[in-house]
């Protein structure tokens, strides 16, 4: 192969399983608890941990003595032991001990890759740097993941395609109002636009020509440390005071044919305001968005792997042309830089990647496996513990499927709930949402409503102004 061969290679690799040198968010933060998690992400097996202080920590998952996982291992609060030999690894990724020989040469190396971690807006983000950029670069997030004035909250969905149409679909403003023609937010405006690109700062900004504030309107796309996506569509009026609804979007690659999309679901909006969506967020409008979210993955897993190579592109494309244009730009960089450093890519395919990644999915897709079992996890004190987190739900392509396979979806999808919402919520809710359909956003305005409902206020007395913020202010959180 010549150097140019060699090098388009690496750079279609880089771009088919995700480019380096960014921050990736890698798992949301309550799926990291105090077991040691296993996740496959741009096609990289990873442990992710917390120490006994909370913080988090990302290791190769490969334990230096025989590659055993070291997700399948122990926590012991400032290393992880593997399970096979009890190898101990430090969060740095150096052998602190080998308790199996009395002295080994192994102790005091650093055998271990390290993934630098931050945890924002429950999020972890990990570094993805090539081996000529291990340290990482400064990660600038979009001011809604910054700013307190902007309450956010994160969704995570697992979707079976390439992370490229993940992106392709955000960037994609005009689906908006045919794909979600149904939903309660998509369904005004033009079905015709032409669209622009408008560079900016960090990136550039997709829009359409003749309509703002009706519905997916544009788009944004920033490159500050990792690849970010934003834009905003007006909520309808029953959604209550504040402002519009906007979404802070990455999409991390898991392997060639998966990937995780993390969206943060953005409002401007402070004090009662706040607590009140949270509050309409949980019992009603999650589910809306849920809803919106699975037509992108039912359209994205049904297309063919190869559906890029047989486009016929339109105007309204140019968004994701843009993209496209710029990550294969810089995955071209990323290679060239590689081959000039005579450094290996850091996706150059491991001697293992015929097989299918053991991922945290597949181990929970074969039935009676051992590797199922050992959700049931081994303590160092032979007590067995249930571990229902080393697996993550699969989505369609899931292989075995099981009751188990169909539960822990639904425990994953309703994740900013933690219970599901009484009768009297859901009424309060139903009865709120009326009440701003109607114009109606005042404090002494909402409780006069809610006396005329019926519905009993706390402690079976009437609705105040007082009662109600803080009455939502307790039903806010989950
Ligand atoms: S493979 Fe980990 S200790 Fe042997
Ligand atoms: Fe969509």
Redesign the pocket.
Known sequence: MSDDAAVEAVAGTLLEQGLRNLWYPIAPSWQVGENPLGVTRLGDRIVVWRDRDGAVHALEDR?P????RLSLGWNLGDRLA?W????EIDAGGTVLDVPAVDSCPLTGKTAVRRYPCREVRGAIFAWFGDDLHQEPAELALPEQLTDDHYATMLCVATWGCNYRYAIDNVMDPMHGTYLHAQSHSMAQGNRRARLRVVPTETGFLCEKEDQRNVNFDWVEFGATGGHWMRLEIPYGKSAGPGGPFGIVGFVTPVDRETCQVYFWRVREVEGWQRDLWRFLYRTRLESLHWDVLEQDRLVLEAMAGDAREHELLYQHDTGLVRVRRFMGKEAERQAAALAGGGARAATAPAPDSGRPPVDEARIAGGAGSSARRQRFHPRPNGELEFNPWLAEPRGSKGDAATVEDFAEPLLYRWQNRARAPTDHESRLADELMATFAAGVHDLPGIARRLNESGLAGPGGGPWTAEAFSAAVRDLASP
């Open positions: 334990c003595h025989r590659g055993a593997c096979y030999h009890g190898v």
